[in-house]
Nanobody, 118 residues
Framework: QVQLVESGGGLVQAGGSLRLSCSASGSIFSINVMGWYRQAPGKQRELVASISSGSTTNYADSVKGRFTISRDNAKNLVYLQMNNLKPEDTAVYYC????????????WGQGTQVTVSS
């Protein structure tokens, strides 16, 4: 079993920055792709960013140029640096872990709230 724990969420004004962290533990050796999803009220959960074990990254169009995902395999951590935050970024952000594909997560964290005020 893989355990994922997010941290770093909070309240920030538009234009500000936050860095989310996801700590992975357990049977993590089968995990090759990690990602960040978010879900805002009334919206579907969407994949924001993903990173492979080889550090290949992908981003949703809505966050390109503003968010950066990174991975520290030695520490079993994945980060999401969020810059120039907008009110529409407000959501619960979930860390995900996938054996193969980011769009098919095998494990989820509990989520961390990000609120961006205008």
């Amino acid at each position: 079993q893989v355990q994922l724990v997010e941290s770093g969420g909070g309240l920030v004004q538009a234009g500000g920055s936050l860095r989310l962290s996801c700590s992975a533990s357990g049977s993590i050796f089968s995990i090759n792709v990690m990602g960040w999803y978010r879900q805002a009220p009334g919206k579907q959960r969407e994949l924001v960013a993903s990173i492979s074990s080889g550090s290949t990254t992908n981003y949703a169009d809505s966050v390109k140029g503003r968010f950066t995902i990174s991975r520290d395999n030695a520490k079993n951590l994945v980060y999401l640096q969020m810059n120039n935050l907008k009110p529409e970024d407000t959501a619960v952000y979930y860390c995900s872990a996938s054996k193969y594909f980011a769009l098919f997560p095998d494990n989820w964290g509990q989520g961390t709230q990000v609120t961006v005020s205008s």
